[in-house]
């Protein structure tokens, strides 16, 4: 079992910053990698960005890439994701999720809400 658990969401101006954290425990030595998605009202879930736990690599959505930057810190178990120039557009619940190979994610947290007022 793996526990994700999501926090430093809250309420911003476009154009702020948040960073948010992802805490890992439990059976995460099984992971590939460690992803953001997110869900705005009415709207599927997308992918925002991931980081592949062996070796680094980093991925994001063309709506983020430039704004965002998914970090991770191995002795904390916790991913990162550092969110500037924030848009009204960026709000949604986010999630973390990990990802048992590629494309594919077997375990969710329980999402932080970012909301970006215009």
């Known amino acids: 079992q793996v526990q994700l658990v999501e926090s430093g969401g809250g309420l911003v101006q476009a154009g702020d910053s948040l960073r948010l954290s992802c805490a890992a425990s439990?059976?995460?030595?099984?992971?590939?990698?460690l992803g953001w998605f997110r869900q705005a009202p009415g709207k599927d879930r997308e992918f925002v960005a991931v980081?592949?736990?062996?070796?680094?690599?980093?991925y994001y959505a063309d709506s983020v890439k430039g704004r965002f930057t998914i970090s991770r810190d191995n002795a904390k178990n916790t991913v990162y994701l550092q969110m500037n120039s924030l848009k009204p557009e960026d709000t949604a619940v986010y999630y973390c999720?990990?990802?048992?190979?590629?494309?594919?994610?077997?375990?969710w947290g329980r999402g932080t809400q970012v909301t970006v007022s215009s």
């Open positions: 999720a990990k990802g048992s190979r590629p494309g594919s994610y077997d375990y």
């Open positions: 439990g059976r995460t030595f099984s992971s590939y990698a």
């Open positions: 980081i592949v736990w062996s070796g680094g690599n980093t």
